[in-house]
């Protein structure tokens, strides 16, 4: 019901920032909580962030906290991930995830059905 198309990634220095952009398809973005994972090699999926449909309510991993901003533009049927003082160990494929239940709901269970192919960010040291 919701494709997830993300875009953005690539090598930067330790350091560097980057800026991911989803773009949902359909006409009923704003009804989506909005999420931004990430899974490094060998290693788990992990929650990055979460963003609710208006964008007044976001959530973040610690490890990220401070670092990483998740923003979106219902206008544009996009949602964002500004990632500044990137790490080597950031180094993952970052996924987008839309989920229709309030974000509060996505973030006690972090589960959806709906996911983007992924982007590749690296952080060289």
């Known amino acids: 019901q919701v494709q997830l198309v993300e875009s953005g990634g690539g090598l930067v220095q330790a350091g560097g920032s980057l800026r991911l952009s989803c773009v949902a398809s359909g006409r009923t973005f704003s009804s989506y909580a909005m999420g931004w994972f990430r899974q490094a090699p060998g290693k788990e999926r992990e929650f990055v962030a979460i963003?609710?449909?208006?964008?007044?309510?976001?959530f973040y991993a610690d490890s990220v906290k401070g670092r990483f901003t998740i923003s979106r533009a219902n206008a544009k049927n996009t949602v964002y991930l500004q990632l500044n003082s990137l790490k080597p160990e950031d180094t993952a494929v970052y996924y987008c995830?839309?989920?229709?239940?309030?974000?509060?709901?996505?973030?006690?269970?972090?589960?959806?059905?709906?996911w983007g192919q992924g982007t590749q960010v690296t952080v060289s040291s």
């Open positions: 963003i609710s449909r208006n964008g007044g309510m976001t």
């Open positions: 995830a839309a989920d229709s239940r309030a974000a509060v709901q996505f973030m006690a269970d972090k589960r959806t059905d709906y």
